[in-house]
């Protein structure tokens, strides 16, 4: 419902800075393409195991083209079509899915990928890991799940305080893809007071996508009064991007699914509202955001570019081995939405 907002008052001029890069990244795009062309090529339903990417509305639009979103794979029924969210699985998850006659599409993001086969490159060599992530988050409920025996969580610079290891010269760090660029580093240094011999991972675990939403939205927060970022609660990066905000100068920071929660008192006073949106937000909810905005006045909008973004990732390679039965085989990738 659009003319909520009142365009009252302010001192100075009101304008909105727009954060780009923002929204999806390729891998998102990548996994939500899978599930629409496994829809299409396969008919409904088609089951995807946990919600295919953390955004409300990708998942509600989905359901309604004919996608069952379940927990577990106990729940489908055999011989059935079931995808991979773009989080990643454990191998556990794989042979439970196998083990049913279940026939999976694995639309784990490849840079989570990346990380898997880090987990099991260390392991094989014996090394112990630390993964820096969130317990409970899908991502490093698979991650851990490719060298359960091998790796330790470590959520914060201040767990790695009281964390407990066998051998201190055997370690190496890995981390969630999706978490604040600076908490990570100070868990890290952190890491090596504590173990001045653990190894770093080949490359950086944060993705390019992460990385680069936060980088924008520090440039915009140092001239904002408010930051909106639209992404769900269940986001990692979406929630990441509130929190940078707030650490560079926004005065104030809310996340929300859809422009209708933002709310009237949020801009009392307000001249600059910034505005950005989690790599698994279509932006289509952004358009929406803006919207209101200038309904209440904010209709100057300038984009703040820090990064160009043209990353693709090709389909998941179920797909593409299909394309010969009408699936398409195209590079996917960094388009908006
Ligand atoms: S946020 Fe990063 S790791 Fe996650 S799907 Fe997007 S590109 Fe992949």
Redesign the pocket.
């Known amino acids: 419902m659009r003319n909520r907002l009142k365009d009252t008052p302010v001192i100075g001029r009101k304008r909105v800075l727009l954060a780009a890069p923002r929204g999806y990244?390729?891998?998102?795009d990548r996994?939500v393409i899978a599930v629409e062309k496994a829809l299409e090529h396969y008919g409904s339903p088609v089951y995807v195991r946990k919600q295919i990417?953390h955004n409300v509305h990708v998942v509600a639009t989905l359901e309604q083209q004919g996608a069952i979103f379940v927990d577990e794979v106990d729940e489908v029924p055999e011989g059935s079509h079931i995808v991979f969210s773009?989080?990643g699985v454990s191998p556990a998850v794989v042979k439970g899915a196998d083990d049913r006659g279940l026939l999976s599409i694995d639309a784990t993001?490849?840079?989570?990928t990346k990380v898997h086969r880090e987990a099991i490159r260390f392991a094989k060599q014996d090394q112990h890991i630390i993964l820096i992530g969130h317990a409970g988050h899908e991502?490093v409920e698979g991650t851990m799940g490719h060298a359960p025996e091998r790796t330790t969580l470590v959520q914060n610079p201040g767990e790695v305080d009281t964390l407990v290891v066998d051998d201190p010269d055997n370690l190496v760090w890995l981390s969630q893809?999706?978490l604040s660029v600076d908490e990570t580093m100070e868990t890290v240094n952190r890491l090596r007071q504590r173990f001045p011999n653990i190894q770093n991972p080949p490359s950086d675990d944060i993705?390019?996508?992460?990385q680069n939403r936060q980088v924008a939205i520090k440039k915009v927060a140092k001239d904002a009064d408010l930051v909106i970022v639209v992404g769900s609660a269940n986001s990692s990066?979406s929630v990441r991007l509130v929190e940078v905000a707030l650490e560079y100068g926004a005065k104030a920071a809310y996340r929300v699914d859809y422009s209708s929660e933002i709310q009237q008192e949020w801009l009392d006073g307000v001249e600059t509202v910034g505005v950005t949106s989690g790599?698994?937000v279509p932006e289509v909810l952004v358009d929406e955001v803006l919207a209101e905005l200038s309904d209440a006045g904010y209709a100057d909008v300038g984009e703040v570019k820090t990064a160009e973004e043209d990353l693709m990732f090709s389909l998941p390679k179920e797909l593409r081995k299909d394309s010969t039965g009408g699936v398409d085989s195209r590079a996917l990738g960094g388009r908006t939405r």
């Open positions: 990244c390729a891998g998102v996994a990417v773009a989080h993001c490849p840079l989570v991502e893809t999706t993705c390019y996508a992460t990066n790599a698994s």
